[in-house]
């Protein structure tokens, strides 16, 4: 995964370069895990990115009152308020999930980041934030992928050593976010892949690899002739991180047994990640259950893109300093950048601010606080003083300029404690150690000495594979006919 910069699914990993609009030349917006660039008009304006036709196109569903009452009623906590503002817009599965939550007490929760800077910007910390808080919600085992090897592979310029030293600073940063070591495994690609205790990933990979074509590759990311062999590789490294059987040790399971564990590979996973690395998991969705072993469709939240200082469809760049507020700035840094390159949605003067009001809604500084200002009603207070021109536009940036020192120095005070020790104790392969629903009996995931690791059937006995067959097509049939009532009810309400 590379980016909760993951993220990279990490899990996860945002586009780090953008293209300048061609003027006179309208153009749409496109989104892969790779790039990201937002659309033109006739004039070659940037336009803000347009979320609900991004779900519309790929098929994911929008987060919805409904969804999060029912997310509240499961886990006993108010939705996060990323979830409430619709910061996290999108999802696929997410009900499943929660259903698995209420009958099994327990899933896999996975992201990640691809390691391309030696400092993570705030847009990167976003989906980490609000992993720990999904972590701390649920009591689950969470893995994050720190994808240097994929870098390498996409950046012309960097070396392996490079991006081996940033993704190690960017693990340290991650750690600083505030995630339990105890039911936390991070891995660095380039070090778990060589370890010993990746055999069971391998394997997942090499099957994945064979299941998936050339042209399949090419379709899901835009991949064509001149493309290194290393990038088609690498998507089944990213899909099959999603798979619980990849990590057995976690569970205390038996690494060097050649059998993997088929009820690891029926627990289903939860992907915090952007939305743009979406294309990862519609790959490994349309694939996993062709797997000797069949894994659920991992299930994902997406998040929107934290936009650049400079306004509606930019992007943070780490190759722009002035494009975004990095985790290493200082304190005046912060003030600077904000006061100097935010863009505002005010008026050109005072006197017409006053009369007009302005724009929170394409106001940078406004929308900053709309991620990190936890009080609904200052937020709700701001925007309405600011559209009624009340308040002004050095107003905004200053309470966004409070509000961003005070997260950033928090983080550098988190990040100067964690040291090479506290490093190590994450990247090492372990057993973890989680609750998850406290109202479900903890059932231990131990594999039974079967052939092949073959899934056991209400019986106890191993199921054949066409008795596994039909039990996850009935439960594909079951999901379908779930998704055919919400959208009925939906329609009728």
């Known amino acids: 995964m590379t980016e909760p910069e993951p993220p990279s699914v990490a899990a996860l990993s945002l586009a780090e370069t953008a293209t300048e609009p061609v003027h006179g030349k309208k153009k749409e917006q496109e989104i892969n895990p790779w ?31 409904e969804i999060l009452a029912r997310f509240e009623r499961v886990t006993g906590h108010k939705p996060h308020r990323w979830l409430r503002r619709r910061l996290f817009f999108s999802h696929r599965d997410l009900e499943l999930i929660l259903d698995t939550y209420e009958r099994d007490g327990e899933f896999l ?41 994929e870098k390498f592979l996409f950046k012309e310029k960097l070396t392996q050593p490079e991006v081996y030293e940033f993704a190690r600073g960017n693990a340290k940063d991650i750690i600083s976010i505030g995630f339990d070591p105890k039911k936390t495994f991070i891995y660095i690609d380039s070090e778990f892949f060589t370890s010993g205790y990746n055999r069971h990933f391998s394997l997942n990979a090499t099957e994945f690899e064979k299941l998936i074509t050339n042209n399949q590759v090419r379709g899901a990311f835009g991949f064509h002739g001149s493309t290194n062999i290393g990038s088609n590789a690498f998507a ?19 690494i060097k047994t050649y059998h993997r564990s088929a009820k690891l590979a029926a627990m289903p996973c939860l992907i915090p990640c952007a939305i743009d690395q979406d294309p990862y998991f519609r790959l490994v969705r349309d694939n996993c259950s062709r797997m000797a072993q069949p894994s659920p469709k991992p299930a994902l939240i997406h998040s929107k893109f934290l ?8 992007k943070m760049s780490a190759s722009n300093p002035n494009s975004a507020i990095f985790m290493s700035d200082t304190e005046n840094q912060v003030k600077k950048k904000i006061n100097s390159h935010a863009f505002s949605g005010g008026q050109e003067t005072e006197a017409l601010h006053r009369e007009k009001g302005g ?77 998850g629903n406290p109202r479900v009996e903890k059932k231990e995931v131990k594999e039974e000495a079967v052939e092949g690791g073959a899934q056991l059937g209400e019986d106890g006995k191993p199921m054949t594979k066409n008795q596994l067959k039909k039990l996850l097509k009935a439960q594909e049939t079951e999901r379908k006919k779930k998704e055919k009532e919400a959208a009925k009810a939906a329609a009728q309400s």
């Open 35 to 65: 790039d990201v660039q937002a659309a033109t008009d006739e004039q070659g304006n940037v336009l803000e990115f347009d979320y609900p036709a991004i779900s519309q196109k790929w098929a994911t569903k929008l987060i919805d009152d």
């Open 109 to 149: 929760l996975y992201t990640g980041r691809g390691p391309s800077s030696d400092s993570m910007h705030i847009g990167h910390t976003i989906p980490f934030e609000f992993t720990k808080w999904l972590q701390d919600v649920f009591d689950v085992p969470l893995v994050i992928m720190l994808t240097d090897d």
């Open 236 to 254: 089944a490294k990213q899909c099959v991180a999603a798979f619980a059987s990849s990590y057995p040790f976690i569970w205390g399971n038996d």
């Open 307 to 314: 936009t650049a200082l400079q306004g509606a469809g930019g």
């Open 359 to 435: 724009n929170p809604d394409i106001d940078v500084p406004y929308q900053y606080l709309a991620y990190f200002e936890d009080d609904d009603e200052k937020l709700l207070k701001l925007a309405d003083g600011y559209r009624k021109g009340e308040i002004l536009t050095g107003e905004m940036k200053k309470e966004c300029i409070t509000l961003m020192q005070k997260y950033v120095k928090g983080f550098q005070e988190a990040r100067s404690k964690v040291t090479d020790e506290v490093l190590a104790e994450f990247l090492r392969p372990r057993k973890l150690e989680w609750t």
